[in-house]
């Protein structure tokens, strides 16, 4: 219950160090399956968050971007939590 209400609220503990290298490890795994370099996916990854970043700020250090496969299918499935709006497209990100 306490942790639906942290997540709710967004304060949501770090990740121990477990976590996190399973987490690297899935992705990895998930890269190598669908052939995708370190660099391009980093590259991907940089060029995606560029563009809604002129519309959107963004809390850097909560992005999730991800490759999801099922079966056949593959999905780039993004978590990118939203500050707020920006006023006009050319308002330079913080």
């Not at 942290?6 to 503990?13: E, I």
């Not at 987490?23 to 968050?49: H, M, N, T, Y």
């Amino acid at each position: 219950m306490m942790e639906l209400i942290n997540r709710l609220l967004g304060r949501q503990p770090s990740p121990g160090s477990k976590d996190v290298a399973r987490e690297r490890l899935r992705l990895v795994l998930v890269q190598d399956r669908a052939s995708i370099a370190p660099s391009l996916w980093g590259a991907l990854k940089e060029d995606l968050l560029a563009v809604i970043r002129r519309y959107l700020e963004v809390d850097e250090d909560a992005v999730d971007v991800q490759l999801e496969r099922e079966g056949e299918a593959m999905a780039l499935v993004a978590n990118i939590p939203v500050r707020r709006f920006r006023r006009a497209a050319g308002d330079n990100p913080e």
